[in-house]
């Protein structure tokens, strides 16, 4: 999509609508930069339910509920875009009104065009990706979406214990290297909050609420996280296609790592 029309539908006022879960960090992130730009009134959206059932993202009653289209479950929008579509439905979804179909369903890209297309009607002061710090960004988006984005995921639906391994160690290496960035400077880049901050802060604020609830459950005497999930007993997902994904360039020394400790054999 361009604000002219130029390769897609063109940037209009009231003609978009997002379908976003709360509870999904992808979908977090295009809420976020929908309120920076403050694109609440040009953009409308609905809430699907945060608990993801087996019929996928649904609508099963206020406040979660599709005043758009009355959906009921997402997949309608997915088989109403697509008749032949069969693959697994995800949040953030940009709907397009007039057409009455989905435009993306990638959150990387509708972030990208919520803060640049829509400046005619929301705060074109707010700019989450200038060109002078592209370079920067991109790189940063690429290292941020391998080891954390994506990390935690990866530790998540691990089917062995090195799997897990490395990517719990590729994640808290990551997370420190971030932390010596975060404490010489206010933001990733420098002075300003970009789409990189963004990336980082909806999947962070979420890992921050599994260990601290993994440490609430535990007594004080014997505080420490837990076995990894998913190791033993669960079935793991087939794996859909790589969001989010795009070739950059090396970040820099920085977060450059060839080497990772790791973990305690028996919990991280």
């Known amino acids: 999509m361009r604000a002219d029309g130029r390769g897609g539908p063109p940037a209009e006022y009231g003609r978009y609508h997002l379908y976003v879960a709360k509870a999904c960090p992808w979908a977090s992130r295009a809420l976020i930069v929908r309120r920076l730009k403050r694109l609440e009134h040009a953009i ?5 339910h945060p608990l993801r059932d087996d019929r996928g993202w649904a609508f099963p009653g206020p406040p979660f509920t599709d ?14 875009s697509d008749p032949e579509y069969d693959a697994r439905d995800s949040v953030p979804v940009l709907w397009d009104k007039h057409k009455g179909r989905i435009v993306n369903n990638e959150s990387a890209d509708i972030v ?13 002061s707010v700019d989450l990706y200038p060109a002078d710090l592209r370079g920067e960004i991109d790189s940063l988006n690429e290292r941020i979406y391998e080891a954390v984005n994506n990390g935690v995921y990866a530790a998540g639906f691990a ?6 391994h490395r990517a ?4 808290f290496v990551t997370l420190g290297a971030l932390e010596l960035v975060l404490a010489a400077r206010r933001y990733l880049t420098g002075d300003r909050i970009t789409e990189a901050d963004r990336r980082l802060f909806v999947i962070a ?38 969001r ?24 991280p």
Do not use: I
């Open 44 to 48: 409308s959206v609905s809430f699907a």
């Open 67 to 80: 005043d758009l289209n009355g959906f009921d479950v997402l997949a309608e929008a997915y088989e109403r």
């Open 112 to 124: 990208r065009m919520l803060n640049r297309e829509f400046d005619e009607w929301g705060d074109d």
């Open 159 to 164: 089917t062995t214990q090195k799997a897990y």
């Open 168 to 171: 719990f160690s590729d994640l």
């Open 205 to 242: 604020r979420a890992l921050r609420r599994r260990l601290l609830l993994a440490l609430q459950m535990q007594p004080a005497t014997d505080r420490r996280l837990p076995e990894p999930l998913g190791l033993h007993a669960r079935a793991v997902p087939v794996a859909g296609r790589r």
């Open 244 to 267: 989010d994904r795009r070739s950059c360039a090396d970040q820099g020394a920085l977060l450059r790592h060839s080497s990772k400790p790791e973990p305690d054999a028996n919990h």
